[in-house]
């Protein structure tokens, strides 16, 4: 079991950065995937980006170039760092590790706007 907490969501305007942080109650290196997932009101859950154990990511193409995935083992934390953001952006993202099971954390909301 583990316990995964999100924080950094927020209001940002068009064109600006947001940093999401993912922060486990126990050491994520035995997670084989970490992740960054959203849901957009009236729509499914969506993969956004992952990072495995040995540092490979994938990225949805909605987010190439401009989002960016990162995991600190040692601080047990996932990093989404978000930029160029558009208000297609907004949605509630959800962290997610896997190893033989998923687990996944309580959302934190990002509204891009003017």
């Known amino acids: 079991q583990v316990q995964l907490v999100e924080s950094g969501g927020g209001l940002v305007q068009p064109g600006g950065a947001l940093k999401l942080s993912c922060t486990a109650s126990?050491?994520?290196?035995?997670?084989?995937?970490m992740g960054w997932y959203r849901q957009a009101p009236g729509k499914q859950r969506e993969l956004v980006a992952r990072?495995?154990?040995?540092?490979?990511?994938n990225y949805a193409d909605s987010v190439k170039g401009r989002f960016t995935i990162s995991r600190n083992n040692a601080k047990n934390t996932v990093y989404l760092q978000m930029n160029s953001l558009k208000p297609e952006d907004t949605a509630d993202y959800y962290c997610?590790?896997?190893?033989?099971?998923?687990?996944w954390g309580q959302g934190t909301q990002v509204t891009v706007s003017a």
């Open positions: 990072i495995t154990t040995a540092g490979t990511t």
């Open positions: 126990r050491s994520i290196f035995n997670f084989s995937n």
């Open positions: 997610n590790a896997r190893d033989h099971l998923d687990y």
